[in-house]
Structures are given as C-alpha cells and as structure tokens.
C-alpha cells in the first residue's frame, strides 16, 4: 500500500525484531491514518527536496515491539506517529536544520550526531494533531535542546 508517491505501508512497518519474535506489526486505523501524514507530511517532503532514495530505519511499532526493544512507553512510533532515518550522502545535522526550517513538525531530533561525521547518528521526527516545533538533540549524556551550530 503507497502512502506517498515514494513511501509504502511496508516500508514504516518493516522490523527485523518483529520477524525475529514472530510479531505482527500492522497498525490499526487510526495509526495507518498517522503514517499517511508521516509519509505526505514528512518523508515526501525530504524525499523530494535531497532527490535521493532512501529508507525509513523505523516507523510503526506495535505495543508488543515497543516493548521488547525497550522503547518508551510514551513513543510516538506507537501511535504512527513518528519515523526514524536518514538520507543517504546528506548530514544528519544539515538534514535536521532543512526540517526544521522548511517542515510542519511536533518532534524533531538529531539522535547521536558527531560534528564532523556526518554520517554518524540520525534523525527521528514525529506529527501530531498539535505540532509543538520540539527541537532536541540526543547524545549520550542526554537531551540539548535545538541543534548544535
């Protein structure tokens, strides 16, 4: 099933821990209507602008998967609302300053980034039906809020 022009069902539900413990990951209706925005609101938007491929790393995950990777249980990926990735060739730093200036967002976060590396960490965002604009970087030792200059 597309949700966008470049971005299916599939590819927001895929998990190698939900094969690995035989869980099915499909969402209901009210997280498939999420994912929709995700994909229209989100991914589409970086997808066209950077013009390079690329893969969510993590979208949907049921309540079970939730819990057996220990992920908040508070996490927007529950509820469809939220999508892990990066870009291929793009920095993760440059890819989260463009979506923070150019997308309609609740949560964005660069996850584990190492100035100069720009391959290293990625990016979660996330809608909701009130986006809050939350910028936050995530390292070892914690949250920062915004990116770093």
Avoid at 53 to 72: D, H, K, V, W, Y
Avoid at 109 to 137: A, F, Q
């Amino acid at each position: 099933m597309k949700l966008s022009d470049n971005f299916t069902l599939a590819e927001l539900t895929k998990s190698q821990a939900a094969e690995r413990y035989d869980i099915s990951n499909e969402p209901g209706p009210q997280e498939l209507k999420y994912l929709v925005r995700v994909a229209e609101e989100i991914l589409q938007p970086v997808r066209n602008h950077f013009r390079i491929a690329f893969t969510p790393s993590s979208g949907f995950r049921c309540l079970e998967l939730n819990n057996i990777i220990n992920g908040s249980p508070t996490s927007q990926h529950v509820k469809g609302q939220a999508v892990d990735f990066e870009v291929p060739g793009v920095d993760n730093l440059r890819l989260a300053q463009w979506i923070r200036d150019n997308l309609d967002f609740d949560q964005l976060i660069l996850e584990y980034y190492t100035p100069g590396e720009k391959n290293s960490g990625w990016i979660h965002c996330s809608i909701s039906d009130k986006n809050r604009r939350e910028v936050l970087t995530k390292s070892r030792s914690g949250y920062m809020r915004g990116l770093p200059e």
